[in-house]
Every structure is written in structure tokens, then in C-alpha cells.
């Protein structure tokens, strides 16, 4: 019986040839892809952190190969911070970083917990500038409360000094808020979004000092 011969394949030394070519390209571009570097960062909607403190967190402060650090990565770095709330980072010709920050912003601090509260209801130690509500608010009106400070202009939140849960006979949901210049505003949790116009309001007194009501219909009492 005679035996079958097996035909050995020539390797096609010109198809080798051109693979090997890209592979190697491949790798070079990849190689000089690592080595351009970011050289501009563009922070926005910082208000907490500075720009640089930004860029730390972001692991950017050594302006390092923006092959190594996708958008992607940066973002989650950024949002590991309890602080921001959502980060949006886009590159421009790999070169130029832009991030936008949405901050997960301190509202006040609430005396009974010895906390912050954030706009998230997350409660940290941390202290800041800050509304300090000084006494307690029931469980049923607090998350309402919490809701309408999420609401607020942020520049009004700053404006503010201490707020007192201060219910009377007719509502049990009234909150007298201290001004920093001095003023005073009565609000319920049903007009607490009045507050945003405090300062076309006041501006209305020529900058009498007295109290604001809010809580029922819309007057200013001055006080001598």
C-alpha cells in the first residue's frame, strides 16, 4: 500500500513580511500616542474646590499622557469625591482637558446631628459657610424642608445665618429664617420658594432693617 505524501505549506514570506510591518506600526503609533501629553485643563462649575484642587483629583496635576487617562477614568476619579455629584470631561485634540463639575453642594448645618447635610441628604462632619438650623424639625416636615432647600438659588443659602423651626397655631410648618444683613424672614414649607426673591423684595425698603413675612401673604414690618 503506498504511503500519502504530505504536502508541507511554504510560508508566504511577503504575507509574513507585511503583518509584521503592522504590528509594528501599530505598536509605534501607540508608542507616540502615549507620549503626547495633556497640556491644558479647563475647569468649570467649581465652587467648592478650587481648579487646581480639581486637577489633583482628577490625577492630572503632573499633566500626564492623555493616551493613560480617558475621559472616562478621569470622571470616575472625580466623582469618587463626596463633593461632586456628576463630572463631565471631554478632550480636544488629546491635548486639552474641559471638565464640568456639578457639586453635590453643603445646604446647612443641622444642630441635633452635629452634621452637614448635603444636597443629596448625605451628612458629613465637614464645616462650611453654611445656614445652621438650630433646632430640631419632625421627621414628617424635615424631608420637605430638605426638598425646598434643594430648590433654593444657592446664592440665597448663603445669604442665610440660622433658621428655627417655629411653628404657631396656624401652621405647624413656619421656619423664621436669620439674615445676614440683619432682616428676618417668617416662610412655611408651602412658600418657601418666595425666598428666591428676597433681594428684589427687600430692595423695595431702601435697606430698613425689619422682618419679612412670607409664611401668609407678603409684607415687611420695619423694626425701629
Not at 53 to 60: D, R, V
Not at 89 to 98: F, G, I, M, P
Not at 101 to 107: A, D, M, S
Not at 191 to 200: A, E, G, V
Amino acid at each position: 500500500m503506498a504511503k500519502k505524501r504530505v504536502k508541507k505549506r511554504r510560508i508566504n514570506k511577503k504575507r509574513f513580511l507585511i503583518l509584521f510591518l503592522i504590528i509594528f506600526l501599530i505598536l509605534v503609533l501607540l508608542f507616540c500616542l502615549r507620549q503626547i501629553k495633556i497640556t491644558n485643563i479647563k475647569v468649570s462649575g467649581n465652587t467648592l474646590y478650587s481648579e487646581w484642587e480639581i486637577t489633583k483629583k482628577a490625577g492630572l496635576e503632573d499633566y500626564p499622557s492623555s493616551l493613560d487617562n480617558l475621559s472616562s477614568t478621569i470622571e470616575k476619579r472625580l466623582e469618587k469625591d463626596p463633593y461632586i455629584k456628576n463630572a463631565e470631561v471631554h478632550k480636544s485634540l488629546l491635548t486639552e482637558v474641559n471638565i464640568e463639575i456639578t457639586e453635590n453642594l453643603p445646604l446647612f448645618y443641622y444642630v441635633p446631628i452635629r452634621k452637614t447635610v448635603l444636597a443629596d441628604k448625605t451628612e458629613v462632619s465637614d464645616n462650611f459657610a453654611v445656614p445652621t438650623v438650630i433646632n430640631y424639625i419632625p421627621d414628617k416636615s424635615y424631608d420637605k424642608f430638605l426638598k425646598s432647600f434643594q430648590n433654593m438659588d444657592y446664592e440665597i443659602v448663603k445669604r442665610i445665618s440660622e433658621i428655627k423651626y417655629d411653628p404657631n397655631d396656624v401652621d405647624t410648618e413656619r421656619f423664621l429664617l436669620t439674615m445676614n444683613d440683619g432682616n428676618y424672614v417668617y416662610l412655611t414649607l408651602d412658600t418657601f420658594d418666595k425666598i428666591n426673591n428676597y433681594l428684589d423684595i427687600v430692595k423695595e425698603f431702601n435697606n430698613k432693617k425689619g422682618i419679612l413675612y412670607l409664611d401668609s401673604g407678603e409684607y415687611f414690618q420695619i423694626l425701629e
